[in-house]
């Protein structure tokens, strides 16, 4: 039975593409200059003009969000994605800085602050703690994860966690409830793609912020959820390639609906991290639809 927010009621094309989808970044290390040199000006009174390649762009150093455009651009509603593909290191978003609802992917948020809040404390998760985050996440319980938000310490504490994890655009919903209904307020914390993935990162890939212990225990319970949660990112993933996955979904009045998946994708030569948020979707039906077309084309894409 899924048990989401609605319980009461039931990245950048690289820069060489930018012409080509407006919107998209690419991350990663920047290139090291020699502090020692100054760029040499022309002769006075010439110019000059810049060489352009006429090489193709390596495959791998293209956007998997690139070939999406098209299609995005059809889409009703906000999109925006990330994703970190561990086999190049590199980091794609399309639409950065958006800022979106989490709805339930924010229970990961508070598995990882109950994670940490054992760590500094040198103990580990009691066994109380342990019967409310698994509902939480393999079932997506907002019961649950409303009595977990209180037993780590409210939102403040997950911004604390937030702040270690590096996720810096993140800001925890402090009501208790949506305003005008009587779903829980932690829904409405706001986050980016690019946050989110480095959220999932921190399960994925060892790290001094989580054990790996504690990371294989969060990991575990996201290859586990319910069967008919398992939509969104895994979308286009065969069977053999393992996905550990946290979706999210949430009408809200006058704006549609909010639908967001998250997870880890791994196998079949694929290694990476995805995150997509979409808000003012007609449905959710419609929402999942835009997250699985994502995901099929960075699956295919990321293939080495």
Not at 186 to 197: M, N, P, Q
């Amino acid at each position: 039975m899924r048990r989401g927010i609605l319980q009461p009621f039931q990245l950048a094309a690289a820069c060489v593409l930018s012409a080509v989808i407006a919107g998209c970044t690419i991350i990663s290390a920047p290139k090291s200059s020699d502090p020692g040199k100054s760029p040499t000006a022309p002769p006075s009174g010439k110019t000059t003009e810049p060489k352009q390649s006429t090489s193709p762009v390596p495959a791998h150093k293209i956007s998997p969000f690139a070939s999406l455009s098209k299609y995005l651009a059809g889409r009703q509603g906000k999109i925006t994605a990330a994703v970190y593909d561990k086999n190049t290191g590199r980091t794609w978003v399309f639409h950065p800085g958006v800022r979106q609802n989490t709805a339930s992917i924010v229970k990961v948020e508070i598995m990882g602050t109950a994670l940490w809040n054992a760590q500094q404390k040198g103990t580990g998760l009691s066994s109380a703690d342990q019967a409310l985050i698994r509902p939480m996440i393999e079932n997506s319980d907002n019961d649950a994860a409303t009595s977990m938000l209180a037993n780590v310490g409210g939102p403040s504490a997950v911004a604390r966690f937030d702040h270690a994890a590096g996720l810096t655009a993140t800001i925890p919903s402090t009501k208790k409830y949506i305003p005008g209904t009587s779903l829980p307020g932690w829904g409405l914390t706001t986050t980016t793609a690019l946050d989110e993935v480095n959220l999932i990162r921190k399960f994925a890939y060892p790290n001094p912020l989580l054990t790996t212990g504690h990371r294989e225990y969060g990991v575990t319970l996201m290859k586990n959820v319910e069967s008919d949660q398992r939509w969104g990112i895994s979308g286009g993933v065969p069977a053999g390639a393992s996905v550990a996955i946290k979706n999210g979904w949430l009408p809200l009045a006058g704006q549609g609906w909010q639908v967001n998946s998250i997870g880890w994708v791994q196998g079949k030569s694929r290694d990476y991290v995805l995150a997509v948020l979409t808000s003012h979707n007609p449905s959710e039906q419609y929402g999942i639809d835009t997250i699985e077309a994502i995901a099929r084309t960075v699956y295919r894409k990321l293939g080495h």
